[in-house]
């Protein structure tokens, strides 16, 4: 005879590990970076709760990239990726 909570041992574990994979996606340091920071042309343009901010990357003469925390690594090559080499330096 089956137990009658099989299927639904497993269902709950697979939606268990859905919404975990979903939570972790959720986070995603460079997928918040993607939504956080658009480059147009020269204009990079940083969007937080209150709005967006444009800054012109003419007006720099040096980038640097400073960062601190789990996450600053990733941040930081998604950074130059985004800067297309314009990062001189930085300390992460």
Do not use: C, W
């Not at 041992?9 to 460079?30: Q, T, Y």
């Amino acid at each position: 005879m089956k137990n009658m909570f099989e299927n639904s041992n497993h269902d709950a574990r697979k939606d268990a590990s859905e919404i975990f994979r979903a939570g972790v996606d959720r986070v995603n340091p460079l997928k918040l970076l993607d939504v956080a920071l658009e480059r147009t042309g020269n204009v990079l343009i940083v969007k937080h709760a209150k709005g967006e901010e444009r800054y012109s990357l003419d007006a720099y003469r040096h980038i640097v990239a400073a960062g601190f925390g789990k996450a600053s690594a990733v941040l930081a090559e998604g950074l130059e990726q985004k800067l297309a080499g314009m990062v001189e330096e930085g300390i992460v």
